[in-house]
């Protein structure tokens, strides 16, 4: 799996924590060298001939870049690796940079996934947000990479906004599901330190949503998506049958990565390696010469101990419907950490959010019959509303 991250915004999101700066297109063209820099040096980070099941290009806004620069990347890709014939390519597009020209344009490349920061079909609650699009643009975006014979498509959408009623978030979820997407991604809003938002609360000037509110919007999105057909693969993504996130779920179930770029992060199933958040940096590092120098390593590095990994995987895999594989589970951490770990979720499942199941589970509560495996440790639905508490209580 490869993860390529794309630091450009035209303006910043109040809520947003990723890393990316406003930079022009000159910085643009210097970046765009130094990670096909940064690629040729840890080519081999996955191991010798890594195919490739999956690419995700993401940001910031890699829409942003044109066509061309997005061809140089994927030219640079393919002459590293090659793709799974099956490989989901995702990219992350804003609406307002989807013209049909753009959404035609894309089909000249290996994408075969649009992921779309829609957030809100509120404009009012868009302009609070900061961002750069209205709902009209969603509309229109979605039309162009349909035309363009793009059809699978995610949307991002965000609850637990401050004075969002819940009937605004149910004219979120009816024109989110009114539309011909695939895949649906929907988060609380959170209030992370740094962010203009973190300040505005800080200042008083935005006041928190109800916590009461945002579960019962967390309730109507999942009743809204199981109406509308789509599975509750994790906690905050949905998709139709067959059409979960392949990459996404490759990090709920601890595949191996390459992330590209700065702040970018990887793992190879024994560290975790990722590069500082600095541009200017970055392109510095990676430029002639530099590069030599810098060989094939993340800047920062950190080895996980089995106990570090062992916490990591409750914590990823029971965001899954399906929950944590235990027999996966013994054989990496031993028989007496996975006693341990059933001893410590009793309780749980006496309280009926945690359950054991024989087998897989395709959507919260939902047993998928087709894939008779080991046992699972699930969330059940009732679960998925204090699912951070229990996390905590099984390490
Ligand atoms: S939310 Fe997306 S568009 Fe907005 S600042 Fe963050 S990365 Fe940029």
């Known amino acids: 799996m490869l993860y390529i991250h794309i630091p450009f915004c035209k303006s910043r999101c109040i809520y947003c924590d990723f890393y990316s700066t406003t930079c022009g297109s000159d910085v643009q063209k210097a970046y765009l060298e130094a990670l096909c820099r940064e690629m040729e040096l840890r080519r081999d980070y996955l191991g010798l001939n890594h195919e490739l099941s999956s690419v995700y290009i993401g940001g910031g806004t890699p829409s942003l870049l044109g066509v061309e620069s997005l061809n140089h990347i994927f030219s640079a890709i393919s002459g590293h690796w090659s793709l799974a014939s099956d490989a989901e390519v995702t990219l992350e597009v804003n609406p307002d940079d989807v013209s049909p020209d753009y959404a035609q344009s894309l089909t000249r490349l290996p994408v075969n996934r649009v992921s779309m920061g829609v957030?809100?079909?509120?404009?009012?609650?868009?302009?609070?947000?900061?961002?750069?699009?209205?709902?009209?643009?969603?509309?229109?975006?979605?039309?162009?990479?349909?035309?363009?014979?793009?059809?699978n498509l995610s949307i991002d959408l965000i609850y637990g906004l401050p004075g969002q009623t819940l009937d605004d978030w149910q004219s979120d979820l009816d024109q989110a599901f009114a539309l011909p997407i695939s895949h649906l991604s929907a988060y609380a809003l959170s209030y992370e330190q740094g962010t203009a938002l973190y300040r505005l609360r800080e200042q008083g000037k935005v006041k928190e949503a109800d916590e009461e509110l945002s579960l019962s919007q967390y309730r109507m999105l999942m009743e809204r998506a199981?109406?509308?057909?789509?599975?509750?693969?994790?906690?905050?993504?949905?998709?139709?049958?067959?059409?979960?996130?392949?990459?996404?779920?490759?990090?709920?179930?601890?595949?191996h990565y390459l992330g590209l770029g700065p702040a970018a992060h990887s793992y190879n199933g024994i560290s975790r390696q990722w590069n500082n958040p600095d541009l200017r940096e970055y392109i510095h590092r990676f430029e002639d010469g530099a590069a030599a120098n810098c060989g094939s390593n993340s800047e920062y590095s950190e080895e996980l101990t089995p106990g570090m990994r062992r916490e990591e995987t409750i914590l990823t895999q029971l965001r899954r419907a399906e929950g944590i594989d235990l027999s996966a589970f013994s054989e990496n951490f031993g028989e007496q950490e996975c006693e341990a770990l059933l001893t410590r979720a009793i309780p749980y499942i006496n309280n009926g959010t945690l359950v054991l199941n024989e087998v897989a589970c395709n959507s919260f509560g939902e047993p998928n019959n087709q894939h008779e495996r080991e046992k699972f440790l699930s969330l059940t639905k009732k679960g998925l509303f204090v699912s951070d508490d229990i996390i905590s209580s099984l390490f």
Request: with cysteine; hydrophobic share 40%.
């Open 226 to 255: 199981a109406v509308a057909g789509f599975l509750h693969y994790e906690i905050s993504n949905f998709a139709l049958p067959c059409l979960q996130a392949r990459h996404n779920s490759g990090y709920w179930s601890g595949k």
């Open 119 to 151: 957030q809100s079909f509120n404009d009012e609650m868009l302009r609070f947000l900061r961002r750069r699009h209205t709902a009209a643009q969603v509309h229109s975006a979605i039309r162009n990479l349909l035309d363009a014979g793009i059809t």
